[in-house]
């Protein structure tokens, strides 16, 4: 059966009591999360990192990352629920940018800080949600709610990006070569199994080997090739941590024939071995 569009609401406080004992431990799901942390202080974990929290910091959590509230119990806020579908629904440039910007970036901080001002107009959007979802009229239920979502996103990608703006007033945020990155991070995603190499995914995306360098190093100081690796060990550290798959299994999900040099190319990153690694975490 098909997935349906899903949407959800919580207080953040009200949640955390009632999932205290999940929401503390390393978990993952199969949809996004927003976490807006209009009050409290304390540490999240997102992909074995810990993030400071703080007043107004919000969250964004992607399906499959691994993540993780501090035991501070007083923290007040939002959470948000929903699912691809229900976020994306034509592949529109907008909805790629939400998307991909917002979540689905390991190569950026998944947190930024709302000021004075646009918190009261998050607020807004999120009282209206919240009656949307009370409401017994079924009719553009579902389209009103995503359009509140959106709208909520894109004032905080206002917010991002006028932060951005001021910390490097000459670069353009959403220009050419920004929303080429984005796709290049997409494709890694999509394709990081299959052992392509920076080559490959310059064709795939209409640009040389060279430029392609040159955009990442730029834009992240990184090169493809480092981008590429992180994404593989990222993944192979969620799969070591939480799934069922023992090591030499683990290599062979992510593409290496070699359970060795499996072992020897994590340990070359992490400088633990796969073993060593989910000891270390458990």
Known sequence: MPDKPQFALHDLNEYLKTNQCQAVKPHIHSFYQIIWFKRGHGKHAVDFKAYDVFDNAIFFIAPNQIHYFDDQQHYEGVLLHF??????????????????????????????????????????????????????????????????????????????????????????????????????????DENYKKGYSVTEYARLLHISSRSLSDLTQNQINKTPSQMIHERIILEAQRLLLYSELNVNQVGYRLGFDDPSYFVKYFKKYISLSPSEFKKSVS
Request: overall charge negative.
């Open 83 to 188: 699912n691809h579908l229900f976020l994306v629904q034509d592949e529109s440039p907008l909805d790629f940018m939400l998307n991909c910007n917002l979540f689905n970036n390991p190569f950026q901080q998944p947190s930024c800080c709302i000021g004075v001002g646009i918190d009261t107009i998050l607020d807004q959007y999120i009282l209206q949600m919240k009656g949307e979802l009370e409401s017994e009229e079924s009719f553009g239920k579902e389209m009103i709610l995503r359009n509140y979502l959106k709208s909520f996103l894109i004032q905080i990608q206002r917010e991002k990006k006028h932060f951005e703006k001021v910390s490097d007033p000459q670069s353009p945020i959403f220009d050419e070569k920004r929303m080429i990155l984005m796709k290049f991070i997409t494709l890694i």
